[in-house]
């Protein structure tokens, strides 16, 4: 793009949001840097050309035609946390980031539908400050740290803690407001309907369900988003049940699995190997041979497996369903069972002091702080990526996953800092979670490499990322390639017709407009 | 327009114009000669509230910020002014300069202090000033 266009587009971007809302100093685009970024420092690194701050969805209309008169490429953002997968910076070099921080406003909450209306700079702990000064019944589903947003955390399709449907964050979308490249306004499902007090009720709308298309996508700037949420049960329990045998891991996923999609518990349950993380709690070993694990389990006295059901409701309702939870697996030889949690909501002071607060949909930045608790080495605040691929829900998934990445990992020669092969914070699925840490020094070219290696041997068997950072967005979509990456080819009709000129956050998640379509995985700048 | 190279290179400086300006922070004038109108102490350093030292309100915390952000910072930093010094470990200084970017505020300074780690965390010496139109005094 030629500088002279560039600076008229500024100029009138200038003119539509004030003076002080753009920034193009390299002291303030160092703030729109991604911390975590695996190119941190190289000439390839991706970064802002300049930011923009509108405070409205005018003037976020004024911006996107500006941008698309002047074919000026802009990257949305809502609170621009999205460490370990991209932080605030864009995937296309060159870019405008719309930071849309200045619309935190919460435009409705409706106690009795359940449900909120916000705009993309309303954070966690903004929702969570308006819930409690206005009384209000309902709990949200918050991912680790607190201080991303509602929209942005979705739209990257973020997990929290919480109650089934809920803790998916974009499953409990419901209605949203875009505004699409040419400037014009979208509501999809009820809300394309005039009047309609619906849109935070009814997904669907007619025709193709259109929510979708915001997901990981290049097609519009989110203005507004609905959310379904939780009614604020009355209590909390968590259980576990603990089985003895390296061969009774599938049993134990296969009731799970039938209990969840039952509806008999509806917390996040968690599947693990407490004699795997004797030495860090947050780093499953390597899972041995059935007769070296058996030996370890007998040694040591410390269970094979795990699977801890969670369970939000009235108590009478909870311990009765805990109650049936554990007559499904008494039949296994040895199986233990514990109540390892119990709290009445709302919390008490005391309660609060000691529950992992997600849980229970209260934002929180303690993760920030759990390296100096001597968490292994886990230090978040000195860089990671997360690797999270989707994996079969079957013990055997878990045992396959876990030896792939772990024998994987020792080869290429790849710290992990944390290590989960079955996190299950979206419907349905496990996900593979590992945290890469990341540097600020030359090793990041080595950590490149074996990624990516990895990417393909996950493919290998089947196994694709759910979200990645953007170094490797290409080759996550490379490896989703059924009849010849017609996914990809789709997504890119749809780009080139949408979006013409190709402005809005291009090469995200590996679609690319046609203008840059040659910049696929070598990356460049606009 | 910004090229990648000018950005890149500002973020290297940053980090080395801090420790200079911390010459004269580390001089010791009392905190109120700097203009603070606060400190924020992280007590997991034992050392560290002895060399807050301060005729200014101090607030303490213990490694995990939240609190103290939620129910003071946020308030403060959204309003004008308000210049904050804190002595705190590297990780909560991570969270709170991310936090004090999206409300128009800057890292001026900042100094890796002469404690002993904990666990692997460095104590480090810094203030937090307004820096946006929005909410320069
Ligand atoms: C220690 C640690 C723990 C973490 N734990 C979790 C966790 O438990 N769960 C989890 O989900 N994540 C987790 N993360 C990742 C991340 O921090 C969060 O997902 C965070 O909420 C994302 O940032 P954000 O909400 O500010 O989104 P943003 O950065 O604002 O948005 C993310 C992306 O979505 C797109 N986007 C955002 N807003 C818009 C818009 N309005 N229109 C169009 N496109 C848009 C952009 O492409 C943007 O880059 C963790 C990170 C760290 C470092």
Known sequence: MDAATFADGLAAMRSAVGDEWVFDLPADLNTYRDFYSVLWGEPEEKVASAAVAPANVEEVQAVVRVANERRIPIYPISTGR??????????????????????????????????????????????????????????????????????GNALDSG????????????????????????GELLRTGMGALPGSETWQQYR????????????????????????????TPEAWLSGSVSVLRYEDLEELVRIANELEYGNLFNGMPGFGSP??????????????????MNAMVQESGVPAWSFSPNFYG????????????????EHIPGVQFAETGFVDLPLSPEDMERIHKPRFGIPSLEIFSVGSRGYGNFNPSDGHIWFSAVIPRSGQGIIDANRVMRSECERLGLDLFMFAPAVTCWTRSFVLFAAVPVYKDGRNAHLRDAVRE???????????????PPAFMDDVMDAYSFGDHKLRRVNEAIKDALDPNGIISAGRYGVWPERYRHMRRTGGEA | MTTRREVLKWGAVLPALGTGWHGAFAAAPPN?????????????????????????????????????????????????????????????????????QHQGRKVISRVALDLPPVNGVQAVRWIIAPHHPSVTA
């Open chain 1, 275 to 292: 004699v795997l993380t004797r030495e860090n709690p947050i780093a499953m070993t390597m899972i041995p041979e059935p007769e070296v």
């Open chain 1, 204 to 231: 669907m709308g007619i025709g193709p369900c259109l929510d979708g298309m915001f997901r990981q996508s290049t097609l519009g700037v989110v203005t507004k988003m609905g959310f379904w949420m939780f009614p």
């Open chain 1, 314 to 329: 009235p108590e009478r309702v909870i311990r009765e369903q805990w109650a049936y939870v554990k007559s499904r697996f």
């Open chain 2, 32 to 100: 109120n000669a700097l203009g603070l109108d606060a400190m924020l102490v992280d007590t997991r350093f034992p050392g560290a509230l002895a060399v807050a030292d301060a005729p200014v309100p101090v607030m303490q915390f213990a490694g995990d910020v939240t609190r103290v952000w939620f129910d003071e910072l946020d308030a403060r930093w959204r309003q004008p002014g308000f210049v904050l010094g804190g002595i705190t470990g590297s990780d909560a200084l991570f969270v709170l300069e991310v936090l004090a």
């Open chain 1, 454 to 468: 990895i990417i393909r041997t996950c493919a290998e068997h089947g196994w694709g990322e759910y979200r990645c």
């Open chain 1, 82 to 151: 999205n460490l370990g997968y991209g932080g605030s910076a864009p995937v296309l070099s060159g870019s405008v980031v719309v930071d849309l921080k200045r619309m935190n406003r919460v435009l409705e909450v409706n106690e009795d539908n359940c449900s909120a209306l916000v705009e993309p700079g309303v954070s966690f702990f903004d929702m969570y400050r308006h819930l409690r000064e206005s009384g209000s019944k309902l709990m949200m589903s918050v991912p680790d740290p607190g201080w991303g947003s509602l929209v």
């Open chain 1, 159 to 182: 997990g929290g803690y919480t109650v089934s449907g809920y803790r998916g964050h974009f499953e409990a979308v419901c209605g949203i407001e875009a505004v699409m490249a040419d």
